[in-house]
């Protein structure tokens, strides 16, 4: 192992908890508003398909019912729009629960996990649970370090986690960066490379990885509905990975354990491709807005490519976010993933960006930035 390598290892006795954001409700009482502006949990803002809605209307008379636990219809649906046989598929009660199973089938105590310490904080958090060795690798450039990845495997490396694009950075890996490296990972190593937020991306080295998986045996690729398809409170999640790998996935997954609701929903919503579409335009334009504000006055920001970007505030990050709070909008400090200098801010509508805009100016006025 290179002795430059930049890596940290995990405190074993030090266990940490999966922080979500300040609950709207919370945010509520605190603020003293009756309306709040969510630009804390990456959702999309502008919500699911017209057609996935209509869906959800008619799906009354299958609530008595228990699911197709086959989940046959979704996974026709999703085979076709990965060009993926559906053997190749589970799915879970979100991604994270995917994880979970991903954990459960390919770790155990001191085996050895490897994610970067600014990745998606479950991937730590469900991996010391099972009293896995984690090591947490640094960024260059706030992107995975593959090279170094590659130099910290050893012997009891097992599982790797690769988000593509990033959460919280928001930054990407070219497909050419990525299969150099699935090139170097022995094949007795599962690489999870996470592309929850890859319906956003638009850069033209992006790729999905799912067609490797006709050449790596050892691939998973998860994806979400949570995020572009705006049905996060379904909770839908799925990974795409060869049959023997979804046979071991399967053996930790309980019966029924996608809802009925979710399983229809998401297969009208995959068919709405226009929706996504129209999405993603809109994101881009009010990102690339606010990319411009935040140079106009001097704001340090990370480049993101996707629903969300993280602004760099210093020593006021703390007070940004606590008077942003009191003007109604809610966003996500990071100070579990080391990153308490920054705010992230979810990318939202043209009105929210406006709001969010205006706060911020009032808020740093007289700032030394």
């Known amino acids: 192992m290179s002795a430059k390598l930049?890596?940290?290892?995990?405190?074993k006795s030090k266990s940490l908890a999966y922080q979500t954001s300040l609950s709207v409700n919370r945010a509520k009482i605190i603020s003293g508003r009756t309306e709040i502006i969510r630009l804390s949990s990456n959702e999309n803002a502008y919500g699911p398909s017209p057609r996935a809605l209509s869906c959800l209307n008619n799906t009354k008379e299958l609530l008595q019912r228990y699911p197709d636990d086959t989940y046959e219809a979704l996974k026709e649906k999703l085979s076709k729009n990965l060009s993926v046989s559906p053997s190749k598929l589970v799915l879970g009660n979100g991604s994270s629960e995917i994880i979970q199973f991903i954990v459960n089938a390919f770790l155990t105590p001191d085996d050895q996990v490897l994610m970067s310490k600014h990745a998606f904080s479950l991937y730590r958090v469900l991996s010391e649970k099972a009293q896995a060795e984690v090591k947490l690798l640094l960024d260059k450039g706030w992107k995975n370090n593959l090279e170094d990845f590659v130099q910290a495997i050893g012997e009891k490396t097992k599982l790797i986690f690769i988000a593509n694009p990033n959460n919280p950075t928001g930054t990407m890996l070219?497909?050419?960066e990525l299969k150099s490296f699935l090139m170097k990972v022995p094949e007795h190593?599962?690489?999870?490379?996470?592309?929850a937020y890859a319906e956003f991306i638009t850069h033209p080295d992006y790729q999905s990885m799912v067609p490797q998986l006709a050449q790596y045996k050892n691939l998973i690729v998860l994806r979400t509905f949570s995020k572009a398809y705006g049905l996060a409170g379904l909770r839908l999640g799925y990974a795409i990975a060869n049959e023997a790998i979804i046979e071991k996935l399967n053996l930790h997954r309980n019966p029924f354990n996608v809802n009925t609701v979710a399983a229809e929903v998401a297969a009208v919503a995959l068919e709405d491709q226009l929706h996504i579409q129209a999405t993603v335009e809109k994101n881009c334009i009010e990102l690339m807005k606010f990319k411009q504000?935040?140079?106009?006055?001097?704001?340090?920001?990370?480049?993101?490519?996707t629903n969300f970007i993280c602004i760099r505030l210093f020593e006021k990050t703390e007070l940004v976010y606590q008077q942003l709070l009191k003007k109604g909008i809610l966003t996500r400090t990071l100070r579990e993933y080391d990153m308490a200098d920054f705010l992230r801010i979810s990318i939202g509508t043209k009105e929210e960006m406006d709001e969010c805009k205006k706060a911020l100016l009032t808020i740093l006025k007289g700032f030394a930035l």
């Open 189 to 195: 190593i599962t690489v999870v490379i996470d592309e």
């Open 6 to 11: 930049a890596l940290l290892k995990n405190n």
């Open 174 to 176: 070219s497909s050419k």
């Open 293 to 305: 504000f935040l140079s106009l006055h001097n704001l340090s920001y990370i480049d993101s490519l």
